[in-house]
């Protein structure tokens, strides 16, 4: 494959953009660098290049693509916004039918509010919290990311239950160390943090399916184990559903599994590929929110009728029969094909998947936390990704990231990018 044309826009884009890139991951760094693929537009699970290559995606823009890119139902509600003036910095009709349709979809909703993004949505739980409870400690679980506001850009040392420090320049300690992390699935260790720090603890922040360190569903018992515990110090427990809303269920991941947060923070999907961010939850904490109460949050950008139009839209696509059977039928095909086909060539990988989101990990074993992702084998992801992306499969640049599909991938589609790992399995089997 020819990538000399990305290769002199990255050129470019390196004299002007820090980094070459918007986002840190599109550098990508999660696969020893190099330059990256340009892409020049895209249509329903395919991407072509500047080079003129075209690509099967299951990159998803890291999760908001869900119905395929350009689709043409949210293409027209984005246009007919376009037409129509997209910002007005006034209340409209359609930030209150889309209010609606979300707490329809997930009954924990109270109220809600919108956002720009999922960070803005997460960072605002996060105040809410701290002003409902008056408290000033978060708990947060390993390898999670919630976005890159300073309490949440925060790791842990390598004991079960430990206070943050930062993880990235910029960040005081004074910061880092209201955030206690604890190991995802490891309840005994939230627990002990929780006896220690219980009655100074604003929210816990779960991820509650991680898809940050590849998809990592929660252990029976893990979620409703953490809500009691929480519950029980008159603590809140925030859902991050950035990437998990609408991804598996025509819904969040609290409906899969029964359970009910206090507050949700959403984004990504709900956008319909627009830039977006939501959270609610219960009446009686939204209601600390300003204009009624105490905890600021505001935003030019914020419900402008462009993003409204565009996840009402998606939402209604995903409303269609037989959405979700389609994705899980396609992400077990595609499970099992590429298992299938590491296994003819002994090269040892895992797969988490639920529905149409999946994660390959190079090595052996069950993945339930980021201890062990992390201990994946990233050089052989990255070897993989390159023998793929060679093939016209583009995948996500990092062992961490989840492959997403789309109601327009085919199985054509998946049993091409099967032989393409196939391939791949190949060539890593002979070196
Ligand atoms: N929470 C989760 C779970 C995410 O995956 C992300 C983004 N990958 C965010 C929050 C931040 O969202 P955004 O990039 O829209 O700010």
């Not at 029980?232 to 969040?252: H, M, N, P, Q, W």
């Not at 359970?259 to 956008?271: F, L, N, S, Y």
């Amino acid at each position: 494959m020819d990538f000399s044309k990305s290769k002199e826009l990255h050129n470019e884009a390196l004299e002007h953009i820090v980094g070459g890139v918007n986002s840190p991951s599109r550098a990508y760094k999660g696969v020893g660098g190099g330059t990256p693929v340009y892409m020049e537009h895209a249509k329903g699970a395919y991407f072509w290049d500047v080079d003129g290559n075209k690509y099967i995606d299951y990159l998803g823009a890291y999760g908001p693509i869900i119905t395929g890119h350009a689709h043409p139902h949210i293409a027209e509600a984005i246009s007919y916004a376009a037409k129509n003036g997209v910002l007005y910095g006034t209340p409209t009709r359609l930030e209150n039918k889309f209010a609606k349709i979300l707490k329809q979809a997930i009954p924990s909703l109270e109220k809600v509010r919108f956002v720009n993004s999922g960070t803005e949505a997460v960072m605002t739980t996060v105040r809410v919290a701290r002003a409902y409870t008056g408290r000033n400690k978060l708990i947060k679980f390993s390898g999670c990311y919630h976005g890159h506001f300073d309490s949440v850009l925060v790791e842990a040392g390598s004991g079960p239950a430990t206070l943050g420090t930062p993880d990235s320049a910029g960040i005081p300690e004074s910061v880092a160390s209201d955030v206690i992390t604890v190991p995802f699935n490891d309840l005994e260790a939230f627990k002990a943090a929780m006896e220690r720090w219980g009655n100074q603890i604003a929210g816990v922040l779960v991820e509650p399916i991680v898809g940050n360190f590849g998809i990592v569903e929660p252990e029976a018992g893990f979620l409703q184990a953490v809500n009691t515990i929480t519950h029980d110090a008159g603590a809140l427990v925030i859902y991050d559903e950035v990437i998990t809303a609408f991804r598996f269920t025509y819904g969040s991941a609290q409906q899969v599994y029964g359970i009910e947060p206090d507050m949700t923070a959403m984004g990504k999907i709900i956008g319909g590929g627009l830039p977006i961010g939501a959270y609610g939850g219960r009446k009686d904490i939204m209601e600390q929110v300003a204009p009624l109460g105490p905890a600021y949050q505001a935003g030019t950008m914020a419900g402008n009728p462009a993003s409204m139009a565009a996840g009402i839209a998606c939402l209604e696509v995903l409303q269609d029969v037989g959405v979700y059977e389609k994705l899980n039928d396609l992400g077990k095909r595609l499970e099992e094909g590429i298992l299938n086909q590491a296994s003819q060539y002994d090269i040892p990988i895992s797969v988490n998947r639920l529905c149409g989101a999946l994660t390959v990990y190079f090595g052996s074993g069950r993945i339930s936390n980021y201890e062990q992702a992390e201990a994946s084998d990233g050089d052989a992801f990255a070897e993989f990704f390159r023998l793929m992306l060679e093939q016209g499969i583009n995948l996500a640049p990092s062992k961490f990231e989840a492959w997403f599909l789309t109601t327009e991938h085919t199985e054509a589609d998946i049993d091409q990018t099967i032989e393409a790992a196939g391939k791949a399995f190949r060539t890593m089997a002979s070196r």
